[in-house]
């Protein structure tokens, strides 16, 4: 049973550029989370999918962040125009929507981003 | 005032004795808690979850939730240095959302 995987590991950035980050759920998970992370600091939530739709969005969440989940399996989170205070790590997270352990999320490796 | 308070630590405890971990929360209905452990660099890594009071147990690990007090513990017996982590609280709140809040984590050391 493979894990959640994300890629790419580590990313550095110039400020102003575009970035996009991939996660690969747990094969049969149908919710996927992203987070992000900076020092000292737990993760904060950022948008939640069940299967292809986006349900939730936080407010942390600004324009420039885009989510997306085409086919219910993989996602990709964007950032446009990026600035230095969006370095962070960026993790991904799934859970399977079951009685036992619908809100059990498990977490990918993180992409840590590094904004120059 | 925070939604899930942990104290940062570190917590120092020896090899062996039994470490305590404390988490508070705000949102009087949340129903699931959960805890991680992340090493230095690393992403959280789930070690337990409960969602009714009491304890409950997992090889060295126990949880224990009291919703009354808004109050969850970890406990780790015996316990070893490569415990040594930060330990992260996470609450879903009863709220209908799917989110996880987390507290800031408390870095637990344990020396040999």
């Known amino acids: 049973d493979t894990g959640v995987s994300q890629n790419p590991r580590h990313k550095i950035t110039k400020r102003g550029q575009n970035v996009t980050f991939r996660c690969d759920p747990i094969?049969?998970?149908?919710?996927l989370y992203w987070y992000r992370q900076t020092l000292g600091q737990g993760p904060e939530f950022l948008t939640y999918?069940?299967?292809?739709?986006?349900?939730?969005k936080s407010r942390l969440l600004s324009d420039r962040f885009s989510a997306e989940r085409p086919k219910g399996s993989f996602s990709t989170l964007e950032i446009q125009r990026t600035e230095q205070g969006d370095s962070a790590m960026y993790l991904c997270?799934?859970?399977?929507?079951?009685?036992?352990?619908?809100?059990?999320?498990?977490f990918g490796p993180g992409t840590r981003l590094t904004v120059t | 005032q925070k939604e899930v308070e942990q104290n940062s630590g570190p917590l120092s405890v020896p090899e062996g004795a039994i470490a305590s971990l404390n988490c508070t929360y705000s949102?009087?209905?949340?129903?699931?808690f959960f805890w991680y452990r992340q090493y230095s660099g690393k992403s959280p890594e789930l070690i337990m979850s409960?969602?009714?009071?009491g304890d409950k147990e997992d090889g060295r690990f126990t949880a224990q939730l009291n919703k009354a007090s808004q109050y969850v513990s970890l406990l780790i017996r015996d316990s070893q240095p490569s415990d040594s982590a930060t330990y992260l609280c996470?609450?879903?709140?009863?709220?209908?959302?799917?989110?996880?809040?987390f507290g800031t984590g408390t870095r637990l050391l344990v020396s040999p």
């Open positions: 997270a799934s859970s399977l929507n079951s009685r036992s352990s619908s809100y059990e999320q498990y």
């Open positions: 094969s049969e998970h149908n919710r």
């Open positions: 999918f069940q299967n292809e739709a986006q349900l939730e």
């Open positions: 949102d009087r209905g949340s129903q699931s």
């Open positions: 409960i969602y009714s009071n």
């Open positions: 996470a609450v879903k709140e009863n709220t209908g959302f799917q989110k996880l809040v």
